[in-house]
């Protein structure tokens, strides 16, 4: 008897054991949550996808080992809307919002519920690090003192931006919505009507440009670099382009580390591969394309950067990663980087039409790459997915609650992202310019009456925009070579009709 209840105690000790340790390996139930979002990659522009001249060994292991969606877009083939729709969950044109000035005022109202605030009610501590581009403050911004309304009252807790893109002043961090670094005695102005006194002008200076640049790119000229806009002051505060790899990676992996108790949720928006692209020294010759490629590499060394921080935090098993971009490639962007003449076989839109500001699939298509170990079986899927959906899918991964008077767009489709469903979207909208409805594999572009704008003509884009409608079947032709609207006048009026409906939609 006494043996027996020895044995029952021992026992008793090894399930207890067993238990914690099993407990141990059971991830919480709200995972934390990193976007990875890249700014002009195209969709063949990683290796997985068939890249060429260039190698990306960090986002390849995170296709290897998670699902690799082939048909999953962003809302917009510019950045601005893009960016507007994923943290919204609703489509820019409903907001006719549009590729912003560096000093535009924030575009997404506080009063409304956006993907960050639906997180942080659920306990979530949540970040932007990165590209912003979504505008700041109310007004006219003065750039030296707090700057509000900013990511702080649309749900992050901590932010830590590039103002607007590497091309527009203010060249400066702004952290928490304070510029970094700004001495008082020496205050910034910003103008992007009227020449400021203070820096060089690269119109007028163009011999001491690191890049030749469009008149468009060619007002004031921080770092060697002319940028659009005009800037004075500031100096303590300037950026220096090359340095961005590593002071955002740095402030991404610090965050990680404080809030690793927590579940925390972040935005981490790239620069790269936007123009000017300046790479880091480091990254100089690692593909055989010059500063686009070789940014390519600097940018896929941030991924593994980041995913190196993550596993030797024990955090990689209760961390969703999700890696896209936010609109479609382009080569000659306003810089004469030499993206044209050393592209060689390599093709960033892989066999899609178009590319950045059009309306065909290479606009919106994107890399998107979605991984969790333990949780997401690898592999790939051609699911029709949509950026603007995160909102609602993270709503139902996380138990967050979205109500209907807000993210109007946004659908629940968890199961598709995490690969466990290869059924998406029945129908979606594409912006460029003008709408297209996607419905299966049916496309439909909306005619545009207006004219390309000036700044895109010369850009050398297959925009898409026409006076007649176009119709084309993805299944049969990928690459929107052939405009069948003439012969299915029955499914251009269908798609039409469809069209209009989800534009009535308030």
């Known amino acids: 008897m006494k043996t027996y209840k020895v044995y029952l105690v021992l026992l008793i000790l090894a399930f207890s054991c067993t238990s914690k340790q099993h407990k141990k390996e059971v991830p919480v ?55 507007y729709s994923l943290l919204t969950g609703s489509y820019a044109f409903r907001n006719k919002a549009e590729v912003l000035p560096g000093d535009a005022p924030l575009i997404i109202n506080p009063n409304k519920e956006t993907l960050p605030s ?11 690090i990165g590209k912003w581009h979504l505008g700041l403050g109310s007004g006219k911004v003065d750039w030296n003192k707090e700057i509000t309304p900013g990511p702080k009252e649309i749900g992050f807790d901590y932010s830590f931006l590039i103002p607007a893109t590497g091309d527009r002043v203010p060249c400066v961090f702004v952290e928490n919505q304070q510029v970094l670094g700004l001495n008082p005695d020496n205050p910034i102005e910003v103008n992007y009507l009227e020449k400021l006194d203070g820096y060089p002008i690269g119109l007028e200076n163009p011999d001491d440009l690191k890049q030749k640049a469009d008149p468009q790119h060619s007002q004031t000229v921080i770092n060697g670099i002319s ?9 303590e505060a300037l950026w220096k382009d090359e340095n961005f790899p590593f002071v955002l990676t740095d402030k991404a992996k610090h965050f990680i580390t404080e809030n690793k108790e927590n579940p925390f949720f972040l935005y981490f928006a790239f620069h790269d591969i936007h123009v000017p692209r300046a790479p880091n020294k480091r990254f100089a010759g690692k593909s055989s ?25 024990k955090l990689l098993e209760n961390t969703l990663v999700i890696f896209t971009s936010d609109n479609g490639p382009i080569l000659d962007d306003g810089y004469k980087d030499k993206a044209v003449e050393l592209l060689g076989s390599h093709k960033p839109a892989g066999i899609y039409k178009g590319a950045k500001y059009s309306i065909y699939e290479a606009g919106t298509r994107m890399p998107t790459i979605v991984f969790w170990p333990g949780n997401i079986k690898p592999g790939q899927s051609s699911a029709m997915l949509n950026q603007v959906d995160l909102f609602a899918s993270l709503a139902s991964l996380t138990g967050g609650k979205l109500s ?20 998406g979207r029945e129908i979606m909208i594409e912006e460029a310019f003008t709408l297209a409805l996607r419905k299966g594999n049916w496309k439909y572009i909306e005619p545009q009456e207006r004219p390309t704008p000036d700044w895109l003509v010369n850009k050398e884009v297959e925009t898409g925009l026409m006076t007649t409608p176009q119709l084309f079947n993805l299944d049969d032709d990928p690459e929107e070579t052939k405009n069948i609207a003439s012969e299915f006048p029955e499914k251009v009026e269908e798609m039409r009709n469809a069209l209009n409906e989800i534009k009535r939609k308030q």
């Open 29 to 83: 139930s709200k995972p934390n949550i990193i976007i990875i979002y890249a700014d002009d990659l195209g969709f063949g522009d990683i290796g997985i996808n068939g890249a060429k001249g260039v190698k990306t060994p960090n986002i390849d292991f995170l296709a290897e080992n998670g699902i690799n969606h082939l048909d999953a877009h962003c809302s917009a083939a510019t950045c601005t809307p893009s960016r």
């Open 118 to 128: 639906m997180l942080q009610k659920g306990g979530y501590k949540t970040a932007v």
């Open 227 to 235: 940028r659009i806009g005009y800037m004075s002051g500031g100096e």
């Open 289 to 313: 394309m010059g500063p686009r490629g070789d940014a390519i590499a600097q940018m896929d060394w941030c991924v593994g950067e980041l995913m190196n921080h993550l596993k030797e935090s």
């Open 404 to 423: 209907e008077e807000f993210a109007p767009d946004s659908e629940n489709h968890l199961d598709a992202w995490l690969g466990k469903s290869n059924i």
